[in-house]
């Protein structure tokens, strides 16, 4: 057997440096040492492809040049052409930018801008323009300052207030205050806030309108009524559960109840549909200059949970929408349109724009109406808002039955505490519902239930 050695040939590079052939090799192969370094002539077809190359390389060459200058040329000529082009057309300035008309300023946003500077005359509230024109409010004017003195009074960071009149959208109060961004109060109805609990609502009424709950239901959960981690909500197989009806879970604002309502009951199908048909994600309100109410689909079924719960910090929501729904719940499910403005007065008298109730949606039906009232029948009496309506010996400060749902979460625009009070009364013939919103700092001055609480008893004051 051959030796592996032995097939090995010799590198025919031995004799070779990249300076060029050494002395050694030289001598012993003085002249055929470069011979076998020597690139063999193409032949046959790639003798043919080298030439085609060559050829091509060539005329690419040759062409470049004259390319370049024909671009220069068709350039002077183009830029002579347009010259010559405009100096005999006339110059048409462009409708969007020279001709855009501004943007219209409803009557609605008008009278906003005018309510710090309204008058009562004839024991009604009105506000004169610069022009000329007077707007004569919808507002109660005993209502608005009773609930203004008391924001001023407790000097809250900041704060405000909106009622409606259910049966025909007609705003009763809209007033606002704040201790540290006078600013803000000017547009505060106008912005959107965290919604927290109140979307406890939207909640129930998804799992009402698919018949797949009644006021009585029992949830069973775990982990603490207030916990704010999805995760130690579900039920345990080993039992021992917490277990809660949703009226009363309601009232005291159970997070794990309402979070498993949206999750394993409604399901997210059935949340994002009443989310649509509640007027967010879209411009409902026509007209007003309040910014759309923002609630995203869920990414998970922990999401949905914080946000059945109320505990999503993205769904967002005006005081003027959120005062819209409370009304139209109390009305029997059907929304009004919201109005500012009784009539509108010109400079020579002459009275327009006089007030119509304007229907613009049924929210839920007259059966999930009714069950929303006795689930949120509870908040004020055995609820989150039972020691704001009660004095010491536990005796109704407003003597109505009244439907109510706070709530209450951390905000960073503006920065602080934000506690919501939405509410109605009275229940079975509602001639308010009402909206506040208080943002508090570190050191707490007033909740919103308290503001609620001096506006409904000015309201039903004999």
């Known amino acids: 057997m051959q030796d592996l050695k032995h097939l090995s040939r010799k590198k025919p590079m031995a004799g070779f440096s990249i300076f060029g052939p050494n002395k050694s090799s030289q001598r012993l ?92 005359v004839g024991g009604q509230l009105s506000a004169l323009t610069s022009d000329g024109v007077r707007f004569n409010y919808t507002l109660l004017g005993g209502l608005q300052k009773r609930v203004h003195d008391y924001l001023a009074q407790h000097q809250v960071p900041y704060g405000l207030f909106v009622a409606i009149e259910p049966a025909s959208g007609r705003i009763l109060g809209m007033t606002s205050y704040s201790s540290i961004d006078p600013e803000w109060a000017r547009d505060s109805f106008y912005r959107l806030y965290p919604m927290a609990s109140l979307f406890k609502i939207i909640t129930a009424s998804a799992a009402l309108e698919s018949k797949k709950i009644t006021p009585e239901t029992v949830v069973e959960f775990r982990g603490k009524s207030y916990s704010e981690n999805p995760r130690y909500w579900y039920t345990s197989p080993k039992g021992k559960n917490s277990r809660r009806d949703v009226t009363s879970a309601m009232g005291k604002s159970i997070n794990p109840v309402y979070g498993r309502l949206a ?170 519902a009402l909206v506040a919103l208080v943002i508090n700092s570190d050191k707490w001055k007033v909740k919103a239930s308290q503001v609620g609480e001096q506006a409904l008893e000015e309201f039903f004051r004999k």
Not at 54 to 62: G, K, Q, R
Not at 315 to 339: D, E, L, Q, W
Not at 408 to 427: Q, V
């Open 263 to 432: 999750c394993d009951i409604a399901g997210r199908t059935s949340i994002m549909e009443y989310v649509d048909r509640f007027g967010f994600n879209q411009q409902i309100l026509p007209g007003i200059p309040v910014k759309m109410s923002q609630a995203a689909e869920p990414a998970s079924d922990h999401d949905l949970m914080l946000m059945g719960a109320g505990l999503d910090h993205d769904v967002k929501v005006s005081p003027i929408h959120a005062a819209v729904i409370m009304s139209a719940i109390a009305n029997n499910g059907k929304m009004m349109t919201p109005a500012l403005i009784r009539n509108v007065v010109n400079c020579e008298g002459i009275a327009g724009d006089t007030f119509t109730p304007q229907e613009l949606r049924q929210l839920v039906t007259t059966e999930t109406a009714a069950s929303l009232k006795l689930m949120l029948s509870s908040t004020v009496l055995t609820g989150t808002s039972r020691k704001a309506f009660h004095d010491r010996r536990g005796r109704p400060l407003v003597d109505v039955p009244i439907a109510a749902k706070t709530g209450s979460i951390n905000g960073t625009d503006p920065k602080g505490h934000y506690s919501w009070f939405a509410a109605f009364a009275p229940i079975n013939n509602p001639r308010i």
């Open 29 to 120: 192969k003085p002249s055929s040492g470069f011979s076998r370094f020597r690139q063999p002539i193409p032949a046959g077809k790639r003798r043919r492809q080298l030439k085609l190359t060559l050829v091509f390389l060539a005329i690419v060459l040759v062409l470049t040049p004259a390319c370049v200058i024909a671009l220069r040329q068709s350039k002077a000529v183009g830029q002579r052409i347009a010259s010559w082009v405009s100096s005999h057309t006339e110059s048409t300035p462009k409708l969007a930018e020279a001709a855009k008309p501004p943007a219209a300023v409803s009557h609605f946003e008008m009278a906003g801008n005018l309510l710090e500077n309204a008058e009562t």
